[in-house]
Antibody, heavy 123, light 109 residues
């Protein structure tokens, strides 16, 4: 049973770049769509984007200009970089596994989640 | 881009049946999944592929979809089911983007 764990700074200054790591244990990263999702305080879930183990990526259009997701299969880790931070980026950031297939949405499911890491953007 | 619309809040009496709905044009083309989130916890998958229940999820949870509306039904709601529920599906533009509904807060009375 795969487990995910986010890590990164809890406090970041405005205009800086956020870097988060998601470590996958108990399973291989060499399959599935590895996803970042965030949740602002008191708000709903927002899909940020994913990376496929092969390296292909897809991003939320509202964040696309500021987001980069990458993967290191040798370390079973994937990463989120979000630039030009503002207070609006303050949120709980989750990494999750999407076991769906590109051409068939029947299997789309974020079936494994990390516990989340809270990121506050403040000077 | 698409949107998925959910009622912000729904209530149900203990032991009764409740349905939470998710409406959006993309649901005509793509399957929905549902997530339960309790305070201070990460979301948990409860339904995928419109009506499939992962192992470990109680059978009082079921899902369905018709036209542009997907539904999550809890038959015999328990106090432990009080939570926020989110639907998820693909954006209708066919670019494999994912979208969440705004969430429904379920209160068990």
């Amino acid at each position: 049973q795969a487990q995910l764990q986010e890590s990164g700074p809890g406090l970041v200054k405005p205009s800086e770049t956020l870097s988060l790591t998601c470590t996958v244990s108990g399973g291989t990263i060499s399959s599935y769509y590895w996803t970042w999702i965030r949740q602002s305080p008191g708000k709903g879930l927002e899909w940020i984007g994913y990376i496929y183990f092969s390296g292909s990526t897809n991003y939320n259009p509202s964040l696309k200009s500021r987001v980069t997701i990458s993967v290191d299969t040798s370390k079973n880790q994937f990463f989120l970089r979000l630039s030009s931070l503002t207070a609006a980026d303050t949120a709980m950031y989750y990494c999750a596994r999407d076991r769906g297939e590109y051409y068939d949405s029947r299997g789309d499911a974020f079936d494994t989640w990390g516990p989340g890491t809270m990121v506050t953007v403040s000077s | 881009s698409s949107e998925l619309t959910q009622d912000p809040a729904v209530s149900v009496a203990l032991g009764q049946t409740v349905s939470i709905t998710c409406q959006g044009d993309s649901l005509r083309s793509y399957y929905a999944s549902w997530y339960q989130q309790k305070p201070g916890q990460a979301p948990v998958l409860v339904i995928y592929g419109n009506d499939n229940r992962p192992s470990g999820i109680p059978d009082r949870f079921s899902g369905s979809s018709s036209g542009n509306i997907a539904s999550l039904t809890i038959t015999g709601a328990q106090a432990a089911d009080e939570a926020d529920y989110y639907c998820n599906s693909r954006d209708s533009d066919g670019k494999h983007l994912k979208i969440f509904g705004g969430g429904t807060k379920l209160t068990v009375l």
